[in-house]
């Protein structure tokens, strides 16, 4: 029986939020506890889902499903908070092409009786609440850290299953949805570079 290899770097990067959901204080020591949580989470993501081994076509269905819920959120807030033209341009594509690719998963999913998630779990909640609580002035910095880890792990998940999966109808979706995603890496990393440079 095939097993989920995943579940070590969620739990971890869910006791990161945490610890971030605990902390008080003054906004700006929010703020910092928001994006060290961010940056804990990216490394973790990079660093436990990428080797990780089989998974069960359950657990693949649950967590694209709701790692597409939570960009469709996140870019939703992006496009209403940010003030920078070219993040809210990219909030709005991730709502289009995470929506899409959601509503492609859905029909394969149910063919095969496995349930979708409509809900999102504690550690992407967790992520939709610190970009609400994010400054202004942090919010491109944390949605943009935010991002960098989600399409890491995703990237991850549907490699992960396209290697190893055993339903062919998942795996053409997982081979179909992959450079979509690998695309919004690289649209990441130029929008990182691009406020990293920019005046301040």
């Not at 657990?59 to 694209?64: L, R």
Request: aromatic share 4%.
């Amino acid at each position: 029986m095939k097993t989920i290899q995943l579940l070590g770097a969620s739990a971890l990067v869910l006791a990161l939020g945490a610890c971030q959901q605990e902390s008080g204080g003054a906004p700006d020591q929010q703020n910092q506890a928001v994006n060290a949580t961010q940056d804990a989470a990216a490394g973790v993501t990079g660093a436990v889902a990428g080797p990780a081994g089989a998974m069960t076509n359950a657990s693949f269905v649950s967590n694209a499903a709701i790692g597409g819920l939570y960009e469709v959120e996140a870019g939703r807030i992006a496009a209403q908070r940010s003030t920078n033209p070219r993040i809210k341009a990219f909030g709005e594509q991730m709502v289009a092409d995470h929506g899409k690719a959601g509503d492609e998963l859905k029909p394969i999913a149910t063919a095969a009786n496995l349930a979708v998630p409509t809900a999102l779990d504690q550690r992407h909640q967790g992520l939709i609440d610190n970009l609400r609580g994010a400054t202004l002035q942090d919010f491109d910095r944390v949605y943009l850290q935010q991002q960098e880890a989600a399409h890491n792990e995703t990237v991850a998940l549907l490699e992960s299953y396209g290697r190893m999966g055993d339903h062919q109808p998942l795996k053409d979706w997982a081979a179909k949805t992959l450079p979509v995603v690998r695309h919004h890496q690289q649209m990441v990393d130029q929008l990182d570079e691009a406020t990293a440079d920019a005046p301040r």
